[in-house]
């Protein structure tokens, strides 16, 4: 093999390895590599074929594969060609990318994906500020976690994670054919309604009812490529009406989480979500009492919600065969309350915050009695 054949073997496998930022997976494994020659000015030329016109992540990968040549050839120029694949090339991939599977429901019970729907009885406790710093904990222990809003009527995820531009509309997933790429933030994927919403409607609302609803679910759980996850999280609506049927009937054996504060106004309705989660064939994985006391500057107590719900919650949902605990206490936090207002997750900006640090614990009790891709008990990682 003379110099320059070498080159270009060297260049196509460092190009080779250029992960689609969008996929997560490398452009080899993709097909996306097209070519890769000799230049006739002494550099190399690359010929990359993205998914789609006007692919989001076109300028990421051009840079990326530009890098990555450039490693290998030095001061040589670098010639980037970006093309397109052809329907068929598509379709082989979306095929590929569902591991040969026609579409439908990767989440069954076979699957070694953990899923949990967070729930809770009455909307306002923090569920979804739950959901969303959970998952990123959980991406920051090195698990693969993907996230469905299914709180279509009050969606908040793309908000909380950061997916959200200056006018409040949600980021946009790329579609291939049927298959959609939902986006990423803070390494958890994520999808939800307000993503799908029309120009300008960010701020309206989702009038829909039980069909429609049970639609978007069903669509979120087998045309949304998540790959392989070792976590998914479902963001519930409060209460115990057509969604959390829905889940139930398409995901039976997920855990939930029930998600309440103290008072007792919460406390009581909380249950109910539980109690309809376990009718469906779903185990209670726990209980996290949100907004509970918080230390103040002189190092007394502030409880603005009182005591006792969680506890409450606990008893009520345990059973001969199951006992319920509460798993973490959250504390009122303005870290916690500014992070999410401002899209980034407090145990990520603030990592040693009270409130991060009881996410924190919920992280490590999920990964404590998970399981991962593998099939292994999940180690704690150490932080």
Known sequence: MNSETDRVARVREAVGAVTDPELRRSLADLDMLREVSEGADGGVRVAVAL???????????????????????????????LGVMSPEERE?????????????????????????AVTSGKGGVGKSTLTANLAVALADRGRRVGVVDADVHGFSIPALLGLVDADGA??????IDDLIVPPVAFDVKVVSIGMFLPEGAARSAVAWRGPMLHRTIQQFL???????????????????????????????????????????????????????????????????????????????????????????????????????????????????RSGGDEGEPVVRRAPDD??????????????????PLSGRPLPVTPH
């Open 92 to 116: 082989a991939l979306t095929t590929r990318l569902r591991g040969g599977r026609r579409r439908g429901n990767p989440f069954t019970p076979e699957s070694l994906t953990r899923v949990i």
């Open 354 to 371: 009270a409130a991060s640090l009881a996410i924190q614990q919920v992280a490590d009790r999920i990964l404590l009695s998970g399981r």
């Open 222 to 336: 087998t045309e949304v490529y998540f790959g392989d996850l070792d976590v998914l999280l479902i963001d519930m609506p409060p209460g115990t009406g057509d969604i959390a049927i829905s889940i139930g009937q398409l995901l039976p054996h997920a855990d939930v989480l029930v998600v309440t504060t103290p008072q007792a106004a919460a406390s009581e309705v909380a249950a109910r979500s539980g109690l309809v989660a376990r009718q469906t064939g779903q185990s209670v994985l726990g209980v996290v009492e949100n907004m509970t006391a918080m230390t103040l500057p002189d190092g007394t107590t502030f409880d603005l919600f009182g005591s006792g719900g969680g506890d409450r919650i606990a008893r009520e949902l345990s059973t001969d065969a199951e006992t319920v605990e509460v798993i973490a206490r959250v504390p009122l936090s303005r870290a916690l």
């Open 170 to 175: 949600s980021v946009r997933p790329t579609r």
């Open 51 to 81: 998914t789609i016109v006007g692919c989001p992540a076109s300028d990421r990968i051009e840079r990326d594969v530009r890098h990555a040549a450039e490693r290998i050839v030095g001061d040589a120029p670098v010639e980037v060609v």
